[in-house]
């Protein structure tokens, strides 16, 4: 086992132990000889008499606290064998014992729940897993567009490059598995412009019988750290009524309509979400809605009925994040205000408790086409509170870092936790 390297006789750490232990003892005489010198020439309030047991015999005292340093030894050993034994137990299983560890601290972290799709959801995962593996990823199945589209149209399977990403990105040995799920060949008419990690979901389909199946056993295959589901498995499709009064049918074609988004639409309408991501929201202590594309990657999943009635239902905190800027063809010029405007036309009252905002703003080239959203007093207006931190990834000032969104979304959710928020029963939804 990987633990046992530590013990080899090269590392040497027998000497530096009693070295450590050495140093301690020292610190303590050290301690103990400043304390009596002060027990002896220091005048103090009678109370302290009291508080330091003097009136109990130094027999009884000295007793007293062996007793007390027995007890925390005793736990500490405990807690720390207890804590080895189970990374070492991962560790003979493949996984590395740092990792192993690492994943005991995580798991006891908050159920957070991130509905969305595309580059956002992905970025989101990536921070988040860091401080929590009890992640749960609810993800949009409209596109088709790409790789993904064809392979929808062409064998019937739901989109699988959201999904892709979300797996690269919770994905324990990341930086390589990454570029192997991001890799596309380039030649040949039938595998050109495919991306692996879409084939191989498709290939776990085929073997599993059932596309949610697949996804289950590639998590696992890959040691993805929390679960990735789809927001509905019907077969829908994303349409948008522009401004001008024209209507477009597909997500990858909503970006070219040549006038201002409405609204947009799914087709069939209402379709029944999938029950596992029901389930996650209402036992959820934290829920993320973006950041993504807003018509193409966060609507798509509100459009699901139920899972919007869940949202307005959990006992979790629910949190809006827009985007760092505006996308081209899309969300061109929009400011706060018009994305939670967006959001009220298509699902009325927003189900969220807080919005967070980038407040770090940056000079953006005017080539790029974008505008950066930043905080805006009308956007109060909404019955949110609106949020302003610096989450902006400054290598790419048109997204989010992934660790600064995540520690501030954590620390917002330590800051309004229960009893702020209802309890939840047993079902997970709020107890009447």
């Not at 003892?25 to 009596?36: F, I, N, Q």
């Not at 879409?198 to 993805?224: D, H």
């Not at 809006?320 to 969300?331: K, R």
């Not at 405007?341 to 189900?351: C, D, I, N, S």
């Amino acid at each position: 086992m990987e633990f046992q390297k530590w013990l080899t006789p090269g590392l040497r750490v027998k000497r530096w132990l009693v070295l450590l232990g050495l140093g301690i003892t020292l610190l303590a005489l050290g301690l103990a000889y400043s304390l009596v010198d002060l027990y002896r020439t220091l005048t103090v309030p009678e109370f302290v008499y009291y508080l330091t047991l003097q009136f109990v015999p130094r027999s009884g005292r000295a007793a007293l606290f062996a007793l007390l340093g027995s007890a925390c030894v005793v736990g500490g050993v405990i807690g720390l064998n207890r804590s080895l034994l189970s990374a070492a137990a991962r560790a003979a299983s493949g996984t590395p014992i740092v990792d192993a560890l690492h994943r005991r601290r995580t798991e006891r972290g908050p159920r957070v729940v991130a509905i969305g799709g595309g580059t956002g959801l992905s970025t989101l995962l990536r921070g988040l897993k860091v401080y929590t593996s009890n992640l749960t990823a609810i993800v949009t199945v409209a596109d088709d567009g790409g790789s993904s589209g064809q392979l929808r149209r062409q064998l019937g399977v739901p989109p699988p490059g959201d999904f892709r990403q979300c797996i690269a990105a919770l994905a324990e040995a990341e930086p390589l598995m990454t570029q192997l799920l991001e890799y596309r060949f380039q030649e040949g008419a039938s595998l050109g412009g495919h991306a692996f990690g879409n084939l191989l979901l498709v290939a776990m389909q085929r073997i599993t019988g059932s596309f949610e199946e697949g996804l289950r056993e590639s998590s696992r295959v890959l040691n993805v750290r929390g679960r990735i589901l789809p927001a509905t498995l019907m077969d829908v499709t994303l349409s948008a009524e522009l401004v001008n009064a024209e209507v477009i049918h597909g997500e990858s074609a909503l970006p070219h309509g040549g006038a201002a988004i409405e609204r947009v639409f799914l087709a069939p309408a209402a379709p029944p979400a999938y029950p596992e991501a029901l389930d996650a929201i209402h036992d959820a202590d934290l829920v993320v809605i973006g950041p993504g594309s807003l018509y193409t990657s966060v609507l798509p999943n509100l459009l699901v009925p139920e899972l919007t009635e869940a949202l307005r239902t959990t006992g979790a905190l629910r949190v809006y994040v827009t985007n760092v800027a505006s996308q081209p063809g899309e969300t061109d010029g929009y400011t706060l205000k018009d994305y939670l405007a967006a959001l009220q036309r298509h699902v009325g009252e927003l189900p969220f408790d807080y919005v967070l905002v980038n407040s770090h703003l940056v000079a953006l080239p005017v080539a790029w086409g974008v505008t950066q959203v930043g905080p805006e007093a009308a956007a109060e207006g909404y019955g949110v509170p609106v949020v302003a931190v610096d989450v902006l990834d400054l290598s790419r000032p048109t997204r989010h870092d992934p660790r600064q969104l995540a520690e501030r979304l954590l620390a917002l959710y330590q800051h309004s936790r229960p009893p702020r928020f209802a309890r939840r029963n047993g079902n997970g939804r709020l107890a009447v």
